[in-house]
């Protein structure tokens, strides 16, 4: 069946998304907790599909700033990351993925400044039809000149392991669409995700950013955090996840985290 169509989890969230045959998947998330909106989603699956005794692993890149004509909100500058597997077929699909929300800002009520993790379960609506996925609509400028720059653009290394690298590009400022290399042990992968670019704008001590890729294994990498833009310190943490038989869905995802900084 794969990927494409409708999810909703436990929360009454839904997700609609579209797969391309490389892997790369694009599409819609609506939120039904805390603030309400619809909000652009990237990420990446095993192009493979699920089998009875291994699972599609995937990684998925949320930006909480609407699409639609809600007022803004403090959660708008945050980001999400998800990574785990789709399971099952017919009745029994579900994909189980681990969620990192994170927060830069506070936002009262809702959710104080930091990393809120937790455990999602989508199943397909009723009414999927799989059919005329929309796609999340492009941002103005469609992309950046030629001479622009953001303060990502360039190349990180990690403060342990300078052979490990992420590169930038920022494709635009609607959405602060990115697309990156992550390489280590001299592998690249390609990502996609989304930063808050308006917090330098802002003046915000943080900048959340969330990337999703998937690696020469078929496992696909999420990586979520924030940059300090005081400190020019950029903290992530890695959700590294692949397929796996039902009985070791336990083994799904590798946690790792990197403290980068940029080299040039």
Request: proline share 6%; charged share 20%.
């Amino acid at each position: 069946m794969g990927i494409d169509g409708t999810w909703q989890n436990e929360y009454g969230s839904v997700m609609t998304v579209s797969m391309s045959p490389d892997g790369r998947i694009r599409g819609r998330y609506s939120s039904t907790t805390g603030s309400t909106g619809t909000y652009p989603l990237l990420g990446w699956a095993d192009p493979r599909g699920a089998v009875p005794d291994r699972g599609q692993s995937l990684a998925l890149s949320i930006s909480w700033r609407s699409m639609g004509p809600e007022a803004p909100d403090p959660s708008w500058h945050w980001v999400s990351a998800l990574g785990g597997q789709r399971v099952g077929e017919a009745d029994s699909e579900r994909l189980i993925l681990l969620h990192d929300m994170v927060a830069t800002v506070e936002s009262p009520g809702q959710a104080r400044i930091g990393r809120h993790l937790d455990k999602l379960v989508f199943s397909r609506r009723a009414d999927d039809s799989r059919k005329n996925i929309p796609e999340f609509p492009a941002a103005q400028p469609a992309s950046m000149p030629a001479d622009s720059t953001s303060i990502l653009d360039g190349e990180w290394g990690d403060d342990f392991d300078p052979a490990k690298r992420l590169s930038f590009r920022l494709l635009d400022r609607g959405y602060g669409t990115l697309s990156a290399m992550f390489v280590i042990d001299g592998l690249g992968c390609e990502m996609m995700g989304f930063a808050d670019v308006v917090a330098e704008i802002e003046g915000l001590p943080l900048l959340a950013l969330s990337l999703s890729g998937l690696n020469v294994d078929a496992e696909a990498i999420s990586l979520s955090g924030s940059l300090d833009l005081s400190t020019m310190v950029m903290t992530l943490a890695s959700f590294c996840s692949s397929g796996t038989a039902p009985s070791l869905s336990y083994t799904q995802t590798r946690f790792d985290q990197y403290r980068l900084r940029k080299m040039r």
